[in-house]
């Protein structure tokens, strides 16, 4: 059998115009030869495209093509195409010059009609798959697959989306609001009691993770978190309950603002309980200052007993050498554990000086002292360092509080590791790390449609 695909396009005055776009011929009936192949389903999505592309840029011109003030005809100075880029083919849409009416004597002598609705060289839908898929996978695997099922053309290549998905970030970029020192939060503490009661607490865990960084220059540290919902008084909310955000600190300039707009997006209030909970690293810690007027800054429960833990593992050492000393050793790790979580911070502080000492005696003839020694003295600056954030985990934790985020962990993962660190070869710029965190993180809390529909209005409009 045969079969021709033809498109009609009825114009306002009904007037029709018609274009094959494919013929398909079958011989014998065989899985492979059911329906039609990929190859031609690309032909005809790309067939169906050029005509109507062609069609309403035509209809668009001609209605363009009368003068508003007096009905005369304008008359062409050049004829131009533009590319522009769909999932369907790239087109080659008519972008001609014409000379300014005769009735008119103002402003410039030429002008052209489409830049009206021209505006760039990518259609939204591409940009957007593009931004979606190069947010979850590398930029080469993009292009592989869009080749593979849609006619995007040859010319698409890994550099092309990686500059569409950076135009796009950027462009989220310049959405968010002036960075601020101080309160972020207008108005005073009386005008907030009036507020309605908040949903429950949010709690915010902020951790790092490490990527490559091009061009030699070792790795950097990128920031990723999670800020989450305790609950919701109207269940039936549409905001989602938590939010994963993620920046490159030596490159970003706005992170407090960047912080406080998703925890907007989240419904926070300035009655709101807020807790920060990250392991205690300065940069963390300044940019949580003064975002929310009754937070409450916490040590992760979670990144003391990481220390601990390894403190342990590096005393097993000195109790093969030394099994008395070591067993001892280790005891007090396990009390310094015990007076941590119930916020003993001055005791663990003395007991740790003292363990310290003790191990002094020995270091010079013993290296795995040695070893335990200078451990011990990292983990007892870092919390001295972080004393004021230290509280009685314990007691929290007896009262359903959080005391800890390990969620944050799989988040930093997922934020980051998945996409950025998988291969050893990815390299990353500061910008170009930052940048895709931010379509990345759009994407993981399924936000990037509405972004889209913001910059796009009738992009993929909610059908009923
Ligand atoms: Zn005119």
Same mark, same amino acid.
């Given at each position: 059998?045969?079969?021709?695909?033809?498109?009609?396009?009825?114009? *306002?005055?009904?007037? !029709?115009?018609?274009?094959?776009?494919?013929?398909?011929?079958?011989?014998?009936?065989?899985?492979?030869?059911?329906?039609?192949?990929?190859? &031609?389903?690309?032909?005809?999505?790309?067939?169906?495209?050029?005509?109507?592309?062609?069609?309403?840029?035509?209809?668009?011109?001609?209605?363009?093509?009368?003068?508003?003030?007096?009905?005369?005809?304008?008359?062409?100075?050049?004829?131009?195409?533009? $590319?522009?880029?769909?999932?369907?083919?790239?087109?080659?849409? *008519?972008?001609?010059?014409?000379?300014?009416?005769?009735?008119?004597?103002?402003?410039?002598?030429?002008?052209?009609?489409?830049?009206?609705?021209?505006?760039?060289?990518?259609? $939204?839908?591409?940009?957007?798959? !593009?931004?979606?898929?190069?947010?979850?996978? $590398?930029?080469?695997?993009?292009?592989?697959?869009?080749?593979?099922?849609?006619?995007?053309?040859?010319?698409?290549?890994? !550099?092309?989306?990686?500059?569409? %998905?950076?135009?796009?970030?950027?462009?989220?970029?310049?959405?968010?609001?002036?960075?601020?020192?101080?309160?972020?939060?207008?108005?005073?503490?009386?005008?907030?009691?009036?507020?309605?009661?908040?949903?429950? *607490?949010?709690?915010?865990?902020?951790?790092?993770? +490490?990527?490559?960084?091009?061009?030699?220059?070792?790795?950097? &540290?990128?920031?990723?978190?999670?800020?989450?919902?305790?609950?919701?008084?109207?269940?039936?909310? #549409?905001?989602?309950?938590?939010?994963?955000?993620?920046?490159?600190?030596? +490159?970003?300039?706005? *992170?407090?603002?960047?912080?406080?707009?998703?925890?907007?997006?989240?419904?926070?209030?300035?009655?709101?309980?807020?807790?920060?909970?990250?392991?205690?690293?300065?940069?963390?810690?300044?940019?949580?200052?003064?975002?929310?007027?009754?937070?409450?800054?916490?040590?992760?429960?979670?990144?003391?007993t990481m220390r601990l833990t390894v403190l342990q593992q590096q005393t097993k050492a000195l109790q093969e050498e030394r099994p008395q000393i070591g067993g001892a050793v280790s005891k007090q790790v396990e009390s310094v554990k015990?007076?941590?979580?119930?916020?003993? %911070?001055?005791?663990?502080?003395?007991r740790l000086g003292n363990l310290i000492m003790d191990l002094d005696l020995i270091r010079a003839h013993s290296a795995a002292a040695e070893k335990v020694a200078g451990a011990m003295a990292e983990f007892e600056t870092y919390i001295?360092?972080?004393? #004021?954030?230290?509280?009685?985990?314990? &007691?929290? +934790?007896?009262?359903? #509080?959080?005391?800890?985020?390990?969620?944050? #962990?799989?988040?930093?993962?997922?934020?980051?590791?998945?996409?950025? %660190?998988?291969?050893?070869?990815?390299?990353?710029?500061?910008?170009?790390?930052?940048?895709?965190?931010?379509?990345?993180?759009?994407?993981?809390?399924? !936000?990037?449609? &509405?972004?889209?529909?913001?910059?796009?209005?009738?992009?993929?409009?909610?059908?009923?």
């Open positions: 059998m045969k079969a021709r695909v033809e498109v009609i396009c009825i114009g *306002p005055d009904g007037s !029709e115009q018609r274009q094959g776009v494919l013929a398909i011929e079958r011989q014998e009936l065989a899985m492979e030869t059911l329906g039609m192949s990929l190859a &031609e389903g690309k032909i005809l999505l790309q067939g169906v495209q050029d005509f109507v592309v062609a069609q309403q840029v035509s209809q668009d011109l001609e209605q363009r093509r009368v003068c508003v003030h007096c009905g005369q005809r304008h008359t062409s100075k050049d004829n131009g195409n533009t $590319p522009v880029k769909t999932l369907f083919g790239p087109m080659d849409v *008519p972008n001609p010059r014409w000379n300014r009416c005769a009735c008119q004597t103002d402003g410039p002598k030429t002008f052209r009609p489409t830049t009206a609705w021209l505006k760039g060289r990518t259609s $939204p839908e591409m940009l957007y798959l !593009e931004t979606n898929w190069a947010s979850l996978i $590398p930029f080469a695997k993009v292009v592989g697959l869009l080749k593979q099922v849609l006619p995007v053309g040859d010319s698409l290549n890994p !550099e092309t989306v990686r500059s569409h %998905v950076q135009a796009t970030a950027e462009r989220i970029e310049q959405e968010l609001g002036e960075e601020r020192q101080l309160n972020l939060f207008e108005g005073v503490e009386e005008d907030w009691e009036q507020q309605p009661l908040p949903d429950g *607490p949010i709690t915010v865990g902020i951790d790092g993770g +490490y990527v490559r960084a091009a061009h030699k220059q070792g790795w950097f &540290e990128v920031i990723a978190g999670k800020s989450v919902v305790a609950f919701r008084r109207a269940e039936e909310g #549409e905001v989602s309950s938590a939010k994963c955000f993620g920046f490159v600190q030596t +490159y970003d300039q706005k *992170p407090r603002r960047r912080l406080w707009e998703l925890m907007k997006s989240q419904g926070m209030q300035e009655n709101q309980q807020v807790v920060f909970m990250s392991d205690g690293g300065e940069t963390v810690r300044r940019m949580q200052e003064y975002l929310h007027p009754f937070s409450e800054h916490l040590i992760d429960w979670f990144h003391i015990n007076l941590l979580w119930h916020g003993n %911070v001055e005791a663990a502080l003395e001295h360092n972080n004393q #004021e954030f230290i509280p009685n985990f314990g &007691e929290r +934790y007896r009262q359903g #509080e959080t005391i800890s985020t390990a969620f944050v #962990e799989s988040t930093v993962n997922q934020v980051v590791s998945r996409r950025f %660190v998988k291969k050893q070869q990815m390299l990353w710029t500061l910008r170009g790390a930052h940048l895709l965190l931010q379509t990345r993180t759009k994407v993981l809390n399924n !936000e990037l449609d &509405e972004v889209f529909r913001r910059w796009y209005p009738q992009f993929r409009v909610k059908t009923a």
